[in-house]
């Protein structure tokens, strides 16, 4: 069974860090890309962070964030643990949202259900 699980999100002061993580489990984590998407209320569902990856035994890839996070934020992954990381620093208000982890394979695409982030003071 195909499943992605996100974890780590919670309520943060601005300026503070939390790190998400995506346990997948089902298929072979390694050769999919992996991604991290967010949507905050009233808004559409954007891009955050992107990694892919070279090889099914390498934990290296390129990376792609958005203009907004740039600086901020890091993807990582470790295939050992079939796991995708967002460490997420300096922490905004509009940082706000729910943020889920996403695998892609050729015509595969796998979705979490979300973990909710807020930034408030």
């Known amino acids: 069974q195909v499943q992605l699980v996100e974890s780590g999100g919670g309520l943060v002061q601005p300026g503070g860090s939390l790190r998400l993580s995506c346990a997948a489990s089902?298929?072979?984590?390694?050769?999919?890309?992996m991604s991290w998407h967010r949507q905050a209320p009233g808004k559409e569902r954007e891009l955050v962070a992107a990694i892919t990856t070279i090889g099914a035994r390498t934990n290296y890839g390129s990376t792609n964030y958005a203009d907004s996070v740039k600086g901020r934020f890091t993807i990582s992954r470790d295939n050992a643990k079939n796991t995708v990381y967002l460490q997420m620093n300096s922490l905004k208000p509009e940082d706000t949202a729910v943020y889920y982890c996403?695998?892609?394979?050729?015509?595969?695409?796998?979705w979490g259900q979300g973990t909710q982030v807020t930034v408030s003071s």
């Open positions: 996403r695998a892609d394979r050729f015509a595969d695409r796998v």
């Open positions: 089902g298929f072979t984590f390694s050769t999919y890309a």
